[in-house]
């Protein structure tokens, strides 16, 4: 029996071609982490994506209000800030609204052009 076992080629890795797969495999696996690491660092989070919604929402709301004055809304934890100007056109207003987080922090903006009343 022990004679077979000699005689009996066995089919197996040598270890320079398991070390280049290791470090295929980490090669790999390095990659990724980057990738995964640079979308993590500059990608937008939920929460500003929300509040830009949630800004357009709220600019296209008040398109149809004909009391122009600046206002402040708080909604869902998010504080709203709207405010008006002059804009370069006769006619024409500039509508400004800023979506801010509890802290200050600013996560949105969304800026309008509206028609100024003629009876204003």
Known sequence: MHRKI???KLAAATIIE?????LIVMISFSAGLVI???????????????AGLQTVVVAD???QVTDIQDQQLISGGQHFTIRYSAAQF????????????GNGQQLAEQIRLIK????Q
Do not use: F, W
Not at 18 to 22: E, G, N, S, Y
Not at 90 to 101: A, E
């Open 18 to 22: 398991t070390v280049v797969a290791l």
């Open 61 to 63: 709301s008040l398109l």
């Open 116 to 119: 100024q009343d003629e009876t």
């Open 90 to 101: 006769p006619g024409l207003m500039l509508m400004k609204v800023i979506c801010t987080d």
């Open 6 to 8: 000699i005689h009996k």
């Open 36 to 50: 995964y690491n640079r979308i993590i660092s500059t990608g937008v989070n939920d929460q500003q994506l929300h």
